[in-house]
T-cell receptor, first 115, second 109 residues
Framework: GAVVSQHPSWVICKSGTSVKIECRSL??????MFWYRQFPKQSLMLMAT?????????EQGVEKDKFLINHASLTLSTLTVTSAHPEDSSFYIC???????????FGPGTRLTVL | GQNIDQPTEMTATEGAIVQINCTYQ??????LFWYQQHAGEAPTFLSY??LDGLEEKGRFSSFLSRSKGYSYLLLKELQMKDSASYLC??????????WGAGTKLIIKP
């Protein structure tokens, strides 16, 4: 089956610093990748959709200058949380979809804690 | 607007059967997905339905009625490890997944 990895799996950082999270599709080419955020006991919230080689489409209420998304290749997308604050602490999950399919394959998630 | 409804929480007994319902109203339909999510982990794929009817996969089955905008996930021979949240998601006309809030399933011995 399709495998998606995320790195790091968890990160603790100081307020004001930037954190980069990588999402890789290991055995297929992901033309579209999705970034989600999930707060404790809440459902997944889609942050943005990125297509390889083009700018990401952000959901309403998500600041594109704060959450920088780069999808430079068919197997890698990165999310950079800039000037992180404690309220950005959350579980960030990426998913990837190939051109041929409709299913999204999820990475294991990255737990971000901002002190 | 687009809307996915599923119960917030359900409780069932180990060894029993439970049915989790999902109703949807979306702009377009390109299939319905069920995902399982254990606490602190990412969702994992369970099933995909795009045509009406029942899809069986081991202990889990998923049913779809497009005319009624309705699906259910049926879990048989419940095990303690089945305690998790179950997420219903519909792929709309743009192949974007519209997510339900999830159903937390609690299994009791």
């Amino acid at each position: 089956g399709a495998v998606v990895s995320q790195h790091p799996s968890w990160v603790i950082c100081k307020s004001g610093t930037s954190v980069k999270i990588e999402c890789r599709s290991l055995d297929f080419q992901a033309t579209t990748m999705f970034w989600y955020r999930q707060f404790p006991k809440q459902s997944l919230m889609l942050m943005a959709t990125s297509n390889e080689g083009s700018k990401a489409t952000y959901e309403q209420g998500v600041e594109k200058d704060k959450f920088l998304i780069n999808h430079a290749s068919l197997t890698l997308s990165t999310l950079t949380v800039t000037s992180a604050h404690p309220e950005d602490s959350s579980f960030y999950i990426c998913s990837a979809r190939s051109l041929a399919g409709n299913e999204q394959f999820f990475g294991p998630g990255t737990r971000l804690t901002v002190l | 607007g687009q809307n996915i409804d599923q119960p917030t929480e359900m409780t069932a007994t180990e060894g029993a059967i439970v049915q989790i319902n999902c109703t949807y109203q979306t702009s377009g339909f390109n299939g319905l997905f069920w995902y399982q999510q254990h606490a602190g982990e990412a969702p994992t794929f369970l099933s995909y339905n795009v045509l009406d009817g029942l899809e069986e996969k081991g202990r889990f089955s998923s049913f779809l009625s497009r005319s009624k905008g309705y699906s259910y996930l049926l879990l048989k021979e419940l095990q303690m490890k089945d305690s998790a949240s179950y997420l219903c998601a519909v792929s709309d006309s743009n192949y974007q997944l519209i997510w339900g809030a999830g159903t937390k399933l609690i299994i009791k011995p």
